[in-house]
């Protein structure tokens, strides 16, 4: 299942999104995942993007977090990675879990 965090932060981005009827469908399809008593928040979408272009979300976020004061504590060089890689993926599994049998 979704932590409730996870649940409450749900954002649709890019073109597919843009189908109509897609935001239902993922909605009806995320639901199962989140625990009963958890909150699913879902923005974006075909029918509640308002002005917004979904297509640009994704290029948007990462250009603020680039831009952001905290993207040198963010940011990992391949020197870095290729120092020890093993701890590198256990930090990033930690930070980032997945959804079991989902990618």
Same mark, same amino acid.
């Given at each position: ?7 409450? @932060? ?13 935001? &239902?469908?993922?909605? @009806? ?5 989140? @625990?009963? &008593? *958890? ?7 075909? *029918?509640?993007?308002?002005?917004? *272009?979904? +297509? ?8 603020? +977090?680039?831009?952001? *004061? ?34």
């Amino acid at each position: 299942t979704l932590s409730s965090s996870q649940s409450a @932060n749900v954002v649709l981005c890019g073109g597919c999104c843009l189908f109509p009827g897609f935001a &239902e469908r993922f909605v @009806n399809e995320l639901r199962p995942m989140v @625990n009963g &008593e *958890d909150v699913l928040h879902v923005t974006g979408g075909d *029918d509640s993007i308002g002005s917004d *272009d979904p +297509v640009s979300f994704a290029w948007r976020g990462g250009s603020r +977090v680039g831009a952001g *004061d905290e993207f040198a504590r963010l940011a990992l060089t391949r020197d870095e990675y290729l120092e020890d890689p093993g701890a590198i993926l256990a930090k990033l599994e930690m930070h980032a879990p997945m959804v079991k049998g989902r990618m």
